[in-house]
């Protein structure tokens, strides 16, 4: 099964500067990436999307890189604010249903005023 | 975009007994996922809820404990049964968007044993 791993449980920057993510995954290469962000007491929030054929992707101030060479996805918040401030997830493919995700653990954003 | 309201949002219930969370979906859906959220861990998928079919539940988990029901393409129950303090979770619905890539999630079910 595929293994997700996130980069450090809490991250804390200051506002204005670009806060970055790491996904980390082992095992096989899946056709496609996510990130979600998650608010206390919320359910997950689907953000991004970038395809295997794809080096990057972005949408406002959210920008996505996807290496299959060395299994990584970086997630960039430029230009942050405080209401940036969530945990992000990045999910991946189940192998056995393409609909089904799999979970990273998460990475914890504050963003300092 | 799929609109999922579940219910209760939350609740805190005596061990040895049962609760029945509830999911709603805006549109006719053919899959929904059920997720359990232990605190500050990310989601594990519980089963896989088909209209017309049993569920298809994930290593770890049994009908038994979770009996899941899906009498119509928006609509799906899970039961957390005979719950002990180690099932204290955030419960989360599911469905796959459109494209059948994203997912969208219910608000979520704070669960406290006690």
């Known amino acids: 099964s595929q293994k997700i791993e996130q980069n450090s449980e809490a991250l804390n920057i200051q506002e204005g500067k670009t806060a970055t993510l790491t996904c980390n995954y082992t095992n096989y290469s899946p056709a496609y990436l996510q990130w979600y962000r998650q608010d206390p007491g919320r359910g997950p929030v689907f953000l991004l999307l970038i395809r295997e054929n794809e080096k990057e992707k972005r949408k406002e101030r959210l920008k996505v890189t996807f290496d299959t060479t060395l299994k990584q996805s970086l997630f960039h918040i430029t230009a942050s604010q405080p209401a940036d401030s969530a945990t992000y997830l990045c999910?991946?493919?189940?192998?056995?249903?393409?609909?089904?995700?799999?979970f990273g653990s998460g990475t914890q954003l504050t963003v300092l005023p | 975009s799929a609109v999922i309201s579940q219910k209760p949002s939350r609740d805190i219930c005596q061990r040895g007994t049962s609760l029945t969370i509830q999911c709603q979906v805006d549109?006719?859906?053919?899959?929904m996922f059920w997720y359990r959220q232990q605190p500050g861990q990310s989601l594990t998928l519980i089963a896989t809820?088909?209209?017309?079919?049993?569920?298809?539940?994930e290593s770890g988990f049994v009908i038994d404990k979770f009996p899941i029901s899906r009498p119509n393409l928006t609509f799906s129950t899970l039961t957390v049964s005979n719950m002990s303090p180690e099932d204290s979770s955030i419960y989360l619905c599911?469905?796959?968007?459109?494209?059948?890539?994203?997912?969208?999630f219910g608000q979520g079910t704070r669960l406290t044993v006690v």
């Open positions: 999910a991946l493919p189940s192998s056995g249903s393409a609909r089904q995700l799999t």
């Open positions: 549109s006719q859906v053919t899959m």
């Open positions: 599911s469905v796959p968007g459109t494209g059948n890539t994203e997912a969208f």
């Open positions: 809820a088909n209209q017309g079919s049993e569920a298809t539940y």
